[in-house]
């Protein structure tokens, strides 16, 4: 058995259960807190399991400390109301159950610890539905949208100004201008294709509905035949179900007029990132200095970015970061050669 996993379970339970208490004593909400405490109590019990997984088995379970992500969330719960936090932990319970699932399936339990770990699982579906509902009150795909409209800018202005280093040396202050010109171009091009794009997703998901409506009319037994196969359900388990619910199991739910919202977020997270690479050249004198300074404040913020990200998908901070890093990197290098490229072929230079 992979005792080093029970305990990191072990921990993880007794930390969640320590921070959803603490978010059910500042929510305000009289459902969400009572849920919270629920939830608190439950991982509590989980953690008891755990305990008794390992003393069964002649091991002393670890002396318990907060980990590192619900440290970071009691820190900023002052600064970021309790519902995007709760709203946030869809993610991590998503990565939660595949764990937890890996784990039965490869670990030498007895049977009675089966199906406590079973009911475990069961518990932490429980909570991510309890999650999910949250999202819909307090969506933190914004949030998510931001972050990866900023990075598209960022890399791609600081790409930019690197090219532009490289042609004009001595006039930081022209490819600062270049670097705002491309930027401005670049967010209204994101902005309207993300416009575009939800606009046209939204088109499909509409024709869709129509097209499922009307098979419920004409032949519910082929609505129920096309959403068990596109979702693994067993066909007589979908028959107990209400027609309207068979359609919305096939369909994200519609929101009217995000279109728009997503198009302007997406094209001023974009013009955010552009922000970090550009200010150098207007505080130095000279380019090469800027884009020292300009890799460095990009490289600040993509590791700041990746670590977020890697936060939200339940997977490791250092190697998202390091990811992100030579992605950004990677394209000012590039960005750099082809400017020098352009220098040395055709004497562009201008000083």
């Known amino acids: 058995m992979d005792t080093k996993r029970v305990k990191e379970f072990y921990l993880g339970e007794l930390s969640d259960s320590f921070l959803y208490e603490k978010l059910a004593k500042k929510e305000k909400d009289a459902r969400r807190k009572e849920e919270l405490l629920r939830i608190s109590q439950i991982e509590k019990v989980h953690a008891d399991f755990r305990k008794s997984v390992l003393e069964k088995r002649g091991i002393e379970p670890p002396d318990f ?44 339990l007895s049977e009675e610890e089966k199906e406590q770990l079973k009911k475990i699982i069961v518990d932490e579906i429980e909570h991510e539905s309890f999650f999910r509902s949250v999202v819909k009150e307090f969506d933190p795909s914004r949030v998510r949208d931001l972050v990866f409209g900023m990075n598209d800018g960022l890399v791609e202005i ?57 098979l419920k009319e004409v032949s519910p037994d082929t609505l129920i035949e096309r959403v068990s196969q596109e979702l693994g359900i067993e066909k007589e388990n979908l028959k107990k179900l209400p027609r309207k619910v068979l359609i919305r199991l096939l369909l994200e739910e519609e929101n009217s007029g995000e279109e728009i919202k997503f198009g302007v977020v997406t094209g ?64 000012a290098g590039f960005s750099y050669f082809i400017g020098r490229i352009a220098n040395l072929l055709f004497g562009i230079e201008i000083s």
């Open 65 to 108: 400390k907060l980990s590192g992500k619900v440290s970071l969330l009691l820190k900023i719960t002052s600064l970021i109301p309790p519902a995007l936090i709760v709203s946030l932990f869809e993610f991590y319970e998503s990565s939660t159950v595949r764990e937890y699932y890996k784990f039965l399936k490869s670990s030498e």
């Open 158 to 214: 600081l790409g930019a100004v690197s090219g532009f280093s490289a042609v004009y040396p001595d006039r930081p202050e022209i490819v600062g201008l270049s670097g705002l010109i491309v930027g401005f171009a670049g967010a209204a091009s994101m902005g309207i294709g993300a416009f575009i794009s939800s606009k046209s997703q939204k088109e499909v998901s509409l024709r869709n509905r129509e097209e499922l409506e009307i």
């Open 268 to 331: 001023l997270a974009y013009l955010l990132g552009v922000i970090f690479p550009v200010f150098p050249y207007f505080l130095l004198e000279n380019s090469y200095g800027a884009l020292a300074l300009s890799i460095l404040s990009a490289g600040i913020v993509l590791a700041i970015t990746g670590s977020f990200v890697a936060f939200l998908s339940g997977i490791s901070i250092k190697k998202k970061a390091i990811e992100m890093l030579m992605v950004g990197f990677a394209a």
